[in-house]
T-cell receptor
Framework: GESVGLHLPTLSVQEGDNSIINCAYSNSASDYFIWYKQESGKGPQFIIDIRSNMDKRQGQRVTVLLNKTVKHLSLQIAATQPGDSAVYFCAGQIPNSNSGYALNFGKGTSLLVTP | DTEVTQTPKHLVMGMTNKKSLKCEQHMGHRAMYWYKQKAKKPPELMFVYSYEKLSINESVPSRFSPECPNSSLLNLHLHALQPEDSALYLC??????????????FGPGTRLTVL
């Protein structure tokens, strides 16, 4: 199976600054990627996704960038707010495989937003 | 609406008890999942149901027994658990129910403590 990992386990940013969370994946067959936000004591919450035929996708205050050449994706959060404090997971999927259901999660990055 | 509900929110049980976790979704999704998440770790896939049939069992011990009574409900029956089974148990669902790339939406989880 593939491994999807994050470069930084923790990230501390000031309120109002932009945040960038990085993720590397190992299996080039990965076709679909999701970013989840998980607050303490809650389940993972879908933030944004991207398919391998795209290199950028924007949502509300969030942007995901995908670089298939180096097998890297990132989540950018604009004007970070205290409510953005959480653990962020990237997850990848490989289509049409026996484990095609499996979300291969990265280790997670804890984002702390300071006033 | 992307809501997956889980009950109970918290559960404490002894090693000889039998209990069940419940999950429900009314989004018409055809795949449902059980994940186990330990503290500060990403979720780990346990079971997948596709069109109400068990599709994947990730070598989970038999003391965990899943059940899918209908397309909206998913249960996880617990019996003779060990203290190391204490974790957050997450349910998720996705639309298509076919192996491949499909967004999974998570419930809030059940925090299980085994004494």
């Amino acid at each position: 199976g593939e491994s999807v990992g994050l470069h930084l386990p923790t990230l501390s940013v000031q309120e109002g600054d932009n945040s960038i969370i990085n993720c590397a994946y190992s299996n080039s067959a990965s076709d679909y990627f999701i970013w989840y936000k998980q607050e303490s004591g809650k389940g993972p919450q879908f933030i944004i996704d991207i398919r391998s035929n795209m290199d950028k996708r924007q949502g509300q205050r969030v942007t995901v960038l995908l670089n298939k050449t180096v097998k890297h994706l990132s989540l950018q959060i604009a004007a970070t707010q205290p409510g953005d404090s959480a653990v962020y997971f990237c997850a990848g999927q490989i289509p049409n495989s026996n484990s095609g259901y499996a979300l291969n999660f990265g280790k997670g990055t804890s984002l702390l937003v300071t006033p | 609406d992307t809501e997956v509900t889980q009950t109970p929110k918290h559960l404490v049980m002894g090693m000889t008890n039998k209990k069940s976790l419940k999950c429900e979704q009314h989004m018409g999704h055809r795949a449902m999942y059980w994940y186990k998440q330990k503290a500060k770790k990403p979720p780990e896939l346990m079971f997948v149901y596709s069109y109400e049939k068990l599709s994947i069992n990730e070598s989970v011990p038999s003391r965990f027994s899943p059940e899918c009574p209908n397309s909206s409900l998913l249960n996880l029956h617990l019996h003779a658990l060990q203290p190391e089974d204490s974790a957050l148990y997450l349910c998720a669902s996705s639309q298509r129910g076919l192996a491949g790339t499909d967004t999974q939406y998570f419930g809030p989880g059940t925090r299980l403590t085994v004494l």
